[in-house]
């Protein structure tokens, strides 16, 4: 990593605070994120936890960094639009970027990238040698990526983080007369193909892992939860919040999968985002 004057505006990974263009900041090519210079300078005992992984120096290097791809994105789309608005009113364009608000589909990426973020900072905090956590891993031979892997005894958990609004609930449809569906509704809105794209990345997972089980789960981590019950599952996923799915995983302490062994395979087959 290293110190430069920033090209285009970003955001410091570490504290979130904006870093417009011309600044200096650190730039950590591993990752393709900034840090302001504050955090950079800032003592061990303000770093955030690290994951106790075993004894493994090569392993750790393979973590990822919740977010990173979805926030890269964010700071594409964003220069890319500021450059255009600077185009547009000319000398006048320094103003017309103050002024003007982000376009919905660039301020969604930032919106998801903070959810990964705050979740990925959940599943860190409880993280052991027999609870190993990979984040924002790159599908073999696609642009998609997978938000989060854990690696408990008792298997693999493939795990899609989504800040939506609205209470996740589900609606069962038919069963006598008709086949029996199920939709997953976020409020009033329709999210049953989250179910089907969690699916598609167990099924990747599970091609590529051979007999470990595999289980996938969408986590909400700003929905509107009940303060009793709320947690489901339909079609094999479990739909769960960040605290709930913390102390699922913690509890998977049942099974024979070598997690040190299992997360090298999985972190060598899906490489960081």
Sequence with gaps: MKQMRLRYAGT???????????????YENETRTVR???????????????LELPADESLSIDSGVAGSSARREYERR????????????????????ALSDERQPTK???????????LGARLNAVATAGLAVLHDRRIPGSKANIDHIAITPGGIWVIDAKRY????????????????????LVGRRD??????????QVDV????????PVTGALCFVEADWPLIGGAFSTRGVHVLWPKRLARVLTEQTGGEVDVARVRESVASRFRPA
């Excluded at 890319?80 to 000398?91: A, C, P, S, T």
């Excluded at 998801?112 to 705050?118: C, L, P, Y």
């Excluded at 999210?191 to 598609?200: I, Q, R």
């Excluded at 997972?205 to 470990?212: I, K």
């Design 108 to 118: 969604s990426w930032d919106r998801g990238a903070v959810g990964e973020e705050r």
């Design 205 to 212: 997972v599970r091609d590529l892992v051979g007999e470990v």
């Design 12 to 26: 410091c990974r570490l504290c979130a605070a904006s870093l417009p263009a011309g600044i200096q900041a650190i």
């Design 36 to 50: 302001c210079v504050e955090c950079a300078t800032e003592g061990p005992e303000d770093d955030p936890p690290e």
């Design 191 to 200: 999210c049953t193909k989250l179910v089907d794209g969690v699916n598609k």
């Design 165 to 184: 609004k609205g209470r996740p609930e589900l609606k069962t449809e038919g069963g006598i007369l008709r086949p029996r569906v199920e939709k997953l």
């Design 78 to 97: 964003k220069a890319k639009d500021e450059e255009k608005l600077r185009e547009k009113w000319g000398r006048f364009g320094g103003l017309a970027v």
